[in-house]
């Protein structure tokens, strides 16, 4: 008896080491950023909140393919972005295999697609199918973001297939904030231009664009963007895990972070506690059944940072 005593004492002892170093390990939430303004203030949402949960949050920048890579090889924990259908690719590459888990959808009706200025929707432009009809108005280019991102490769596809006759076009690859950038110069001299578009995003506001009909096999009609994590996570880390699960944002949430940041240059970190400050009834469902990282009330800690 004193000796099933002992190793039942000893079991027990390793259990509670194993849950110790498990709950350590979820302490640090390792995020993803590919540079996307949208991202950017999800991700600062995020952090607040985990924050105030008594969680670090560690957002990398990193290009969407290593961040898929990243989640597969359990480098990186959680990821914002998983925009669909224009990820599909990625998503049959590492979530319908499995490697990846595909935890919550965190956005609904979405746009992304090209897009094109006033000027140039009023000219005619109003389709993929449009587009070769003025290719020496548009230099035979479009303006896509970060190399390697989905939407990139639908665009090469596009070229190399020579749909809608655009088969000797270039896609120009830049950050998101180098092709804004040059979109800005076209219009400034009434330059057609053709550009990757999406919304959420400032640049509703701030351009008069209007989005391309056509391109929906590649980029789909409407869309919706969900929350990935490492294989395992929400079970090694239930905690996180649930307040996951329970994220969700709005376009007009995400619309007016952004804008925030953009007209009245603050920064990501504090224009998402500004609008959870004006907004803190958002935080009852996301922190339904949601604790701190010691066990305390989650929702009464995060009201108290704000």
């Given at each position: ?64 393919p ?55 929707w ?20 479009i ?21 809608f ?8 690859e ?27 995003h ?39 895990g ?5 994220l ?14 953009v007209?009245n240059?603050?920064?990501?970190a ?17 922190l ?19």
């Amino acid at each position: 008896m004193q000796k099933l005593s002992t190793v039942l004492t000893a079991g027990l002892l390793a259990l509670s080491s194993v849950s110790a170093w498990a709950e350590q390990s979820c302490e640090t939430v390792k995020m993803a950023d590919p540079g996307w303004s949208d991202i950017a203030a999800t991700n600062a949402i995020t952090t607040f909140v985990l924050e105030g949960m008594g969680y670090k949050a560690k957002v990398d920048t990193l290009a969407v393919p290593i961040t898929f890579g990243g989640l597969k090889d359990g480098q990186v924990d959680v990821f914002l972005g998983n925009w669909m259908p224009a990820q599909q690719g990625f998503y049959d590459k590492f979530v319908a295999s499995g490697d990846v888990t595909q935890l919550a959808k965190n956005l609904d009706g979405t746009e992304f697609t090209l897009a094109v200025p006033d000027y140039v929707w009023d000219a005619g432009v109003h389709n993929f199918a449009d587009l070769n009809k003025f290719a020496d108005k548009f230099d035979k280019k479009i303006y896509g973001i970060g190399s390697g991102a989905p939407a990139n490769l639908s665009l090469k596809e596009i070229i190399s297939k020579n749909d809608f006759n655009m088969g000797e076009w270039k896609l120009v690859e830049s950050s998101e904030q180098a092709m804004l950038a040059e979109v800005s110069r076209a219009v400034k001299k009434q330059k057609f231009v053709t550009f990757l578009g999406w919304t959420p995003h400032p640049m509703n506001v701030q351009l008069k664009m209007h989005y391309l009909k056509g391109g929906e096999k590649y980029f789909g009609d409407t869309g919706s963007v969900h929350t990935l994590t490492r294989k395992g996570y929400a079970q090694a880390c239930p905690n996180v895990g649930k307040f996951l699960t329970n994220l969700s944002f709005t376009q007009d949430m995400e619309n007016s972070i952004m804008a925030n940041v953009v007209n009245n240059k603050v920064s990501n970190a504090d224009a998402a506690k500004a609008w959870i400050k004006a907004n803190p009834a958002v935080l009852d469902k996301w922190l339904e059944g949601v604790k701190t990282v010691d066990g305390q009330d989650a929702l009464a800690a995060v009201k108290a940072k704000l």
